[in-house]
């Protein structure tokens, strides 16, 4: 089988946990589980539910390894999964949270030198939280992964082009609440801190 975007010690590795070698399997957590720990943080914002849905991906990914057909990167399809894990835990947890009243973004003008780096980093960590599930999971994945826009829309389980779409989206709507302070940070829409 020929698996999109892995180098030879990553085809042979699942070749093997394909047959049931928990050591291949082994090898392909400890490759991945930085990014995909990174990602559920950054969806979750909790280390424990964070950790937890990470954990969850990779036995989902072994119990399910048969329906990986390598047709997008081995990366991408755990990415899908970590995703998944992550809007559930969300649609759960907003059973027992009032989402009626979300939390209001800070409308404070930002002067040079008035905020922190660290403040302005969390205000703009904020506001992607505040964005639609599929632009902020785009957005997750662009910047702080650094996935091209084909790993992204394999892992969203759409387009490239929609994924693009989803990502100009989210930039624009991060420019429109924070103005200038994501333009001064970024210095284009690329380079999101």
Known sequence: MSYEGADDDERECLERARNGDTRAFESLVKRHQKPVYGLAMRMLRDHDDADDIAQRTFLRAWDHLEDFEGRCAFRSWLFRICMNL????????????????????????????????????????????????????????????????????????????????????????????????????????????
């Not at 649609?91 to 009032?98: G, H, K, N, T, W």
């Not at 209001?104 to 980093?121: F, I, K, N, S």
């Not at 084909?150 to 969203?156: G, N, V, Y």
């Open 86 to 193: 992550c809007r559930n835990h969300h649609r759960d947890r907003a059973r027992f949270v009032d989402t009626a009243n979300p939390p209001e973004l800070v409308e404070e003008a930002v002067g040079a030198g008035r905020l922190e780096r660290e403040e302005v980093l969390d205000r703009l960590r904020d506001a992607v939280a505040t964005l639609p599930p599929k632009q902020r999971a785009t957005v997750e994945m662009r910047v702080y992964q650094g996935l091209p826009f084909k790993e992204i829309a394999a892992a969203l389980d759409t387009t490239e082009n929609s994924s693009k779409v989803s990502f100009h989206l989210a930039v624009k709507s991060l420019k429109a609440r924070l103005g200038d302070l994501v333009r001064r940070l970024a210095g284009g829409e690329e380079a999101l801190p």
